[in-house]
């Protein structure tokens, strides 16, 4: 969530707190009690309390939805520090998943400070406090973690125990894509000095503040490369007096915006191309790989041999850093976009015949067999073989405006459910006997998908909206894909995902204690899905 989308909400919910205490002050004067002004009774103690008041409310609402709820969840953990002198820090946790129209939702669970958490516990207490508070050990599905220190090993075995249930599936660890891009950058950026930083600023021009998004330090480095290029700071005069990097440091320069250039040229794809699902990483980022692999082998052209061989290192450094991630990630990202009906198993064949991991054609069959162990699991739920449909306790906005798209459909569901069939005990017997329930029949919805043509290039195609119109169709597999294509495979999204550093929590949060930062952030996230 955006900062300005909070404080925008901040403003929603004290006008809206404001509202109320208004209504109880007419009242009062009606029933002929004194009673205070209006702009007496507002004020921070009251507002807190109100804002604690809605909370606890939506909380419950939040709850019941998330218990009733019959997809998966990703819980994603994001940790922020205020700039100021304070430098509190905060945990935001999240809940991501697909809801019964097929829209993407993302709850906050849980937005508290570590300071009274033993450090021992920082990074599982809020998985746990989360799981335990909502009770969904049985609906987390993925994790979602930031590429850095702390999440070791023996940490994320504690995150996943804290989901341990004897129906859930096994939790799948996945982790930030906009991390990794930082610390490739940040890796890239780490043998510039301040001083080298300052000179080139000061050069090219832009100001004595610079956004701290490495998308924006990349555009004016380039400007400086392209302005060196040209012998622009020989051939004019006004920079006689500049001092100005050496020729070790243009090359440092120079081999900065070659690599972050071809992150960020994937960067802009992933990050601005308006995607919401997972169905879209795979393909992107082997194009990532493809690229990397590519500078690497042109052993820096245009370089000199002892330049050439600094553009060669940190190249095989960005490739390294990359392939483990591609490693510890292709499973997930593999398939998700096998559940891409512009894809299906045949980009994942075409990339595995190309052998850009230097493999065999075993890493396909690996993502074959995973989806058809997943299929298997949801085909065994009588409940899977029902299609998705809205649910009616809970109406979320969108379905107040476009509720005549349904009319007709609520017929057929009650037709449905006063089929004898139901009810026949000998005829369901039947029809296991028969192979209903076999392997088999458990892998038709799968088998059908896949023999299908795949379509036609699209680029602005949106899975879930195809999911959704094809769930009659497949009410198993369409369950899966809505699951696995809800995973965020990155926690920032838009311009977010360029920063250099730890995000800073919204502003005016700082002001707030504990409890009613907690209530105000996460009782947002619920407020304008769930009515009062």
């Known amino acids: 969530m955006d900062n300005s989308d909070l404080a925008s909400d901040s403003d929603s919910m004290k006008n809206q707190n404001s509202d109320d205490s208004e209504y109880d002050f007419e009242e009062n004067e009606t029933e002929g009690h004194d009673a205070m002004p209006i702009w007496l009774q507002i004020n921070p103690k009251t507002i807190r309390k109100e804002v604690l008041k809605i909370y606890e409310a939506q909380k419950i609402k939040a709850k019941t939805f998330l218990n009733d709820f019959q997809g998966k969840l990703t819980l994603s953990y994001e940790w922020m520090i205020s700039g100021d002198e304070s430098a509190r820090d905060y945990t935001c946790l999240t809940a991501h998943f697909v809801d019964d129209n097929f829209n993407v939702r993302s709850w906050i669970l849980g937005f508290t400070t570590g300071v009274s958490i033993p450090l021992n516990d920082i990074y599982v207490y809020h998985f746990r406090k989360a799981v335990q508070d909502f009770e969904v050990q049985d609906k987390v599905s993925t994790i979602l973690l930031p590429n850095r220190e702390g999440f070791d090993e023996k940490n994320v075995d504690a995150i996943m125990k804290c989901m341990d249930s004897p129906v859930n599936l096994p939790v799948f660890v996945v982790y930030c894509c906009s991390d990794l891009f930082r610390l490739m950058v940040n890796d890239l950026y780490s043998e510039f000095s ?9 050069l090219v021009g832009w100001g004595s503040f610079s956004s701290t998004n490495w998308n924006v330090r990349l555009y004016h480095l380039q400007q ?13 005069e006004i920079y006689d007096d500049y001092d100005k990097p050496s020729d070790e440091e243009w090359v440092k320069i120079r081999t900065f915006c070659r690599l972050a250039g071809v992150i960020y040229k994937v960067a802009e794809e992933i990050f601005e191309g308006g995607y919401s699902t997972s169905n879209v990483y795979f393909h992107l980022l082997a194009e990532l790989k493809v690229m990397l692999e590519q500078e690497v082998a042109s052993g ?3 370089y000199g041999d002892g330049d050439g061989d600094y553009f060669l290192w940190k190249g095989e450094r960005m490739l390294k850093m990359f392939d483990k991630y591609w490693n510890d990630m292709f499973l997930v990202l593999a398939t998700a976009s096998v559940l891409d009906p512009r894809f299906k198993m045949k980009y994942i064949d075409f990339y595995c015949s190309k052998k850009v991991d230097n493999d065999d054609c075993s890493k396909a069959e690996t993502v074959l067999d995973y989806l058809r162990n997943v299929y298997a699991r949801y085909a065994a739920n009588d409940i899977c073989h029902k299609p998705i449909c809205p649910v009616a306790t809970i109406n979320f906005e969108e379905e107040e405006e476009d509720g005549d798209d349904d009319e007709g459909y609520g017929d057929e569901v009650e037709k449905k459910k006063a089929d004898a069939y139901e009810d026949f005990v000998l005829f369901k017997e039947y029809l296991k006997f028969e192979g209903g329930c076999s392997r088999e029949f458990q892998e038709y919805e799968l088998d059908s998908y896949l023999k ?16 959704k119109e094809e769930s009659q169709k497949y009410p198993i597999l369409s369950r899966v894909a809505r699951d696995i294509l809800s995973i965020p495979i990155s926690r920032a999204t838009s311009y977010d995902a360029y ?10 949060v700082l ?21 009062i």
Request: aromatic letters at 12%.
């Open 452 to 467: 299908e043509p795949v379509m036609e290039w699209n680029k602005d195609f949106k899975a879930l909206e195809w999911w």
């Open 194 to 202: 301040w001083s080298l930083y300052e000179e080139v600023r000061m």
């Open 511 to 531: 002001s707030m204690d504990a409890k009613a930062a907690n209530a105000m952030v996460c009782g947002r996230s619920w407020l304008s899905l769930i009515p």
């Open 499 to 508: 920063v250099s550093e730890i995000r800073e929590p919204p502003e005016y």
């Open 300 to 302: 820096g052209d245009g």
């Open 224 to 236: 400086a490369v392209d302005m060196q290029k040209e012998d622009a700071f020989s051939k004019d």
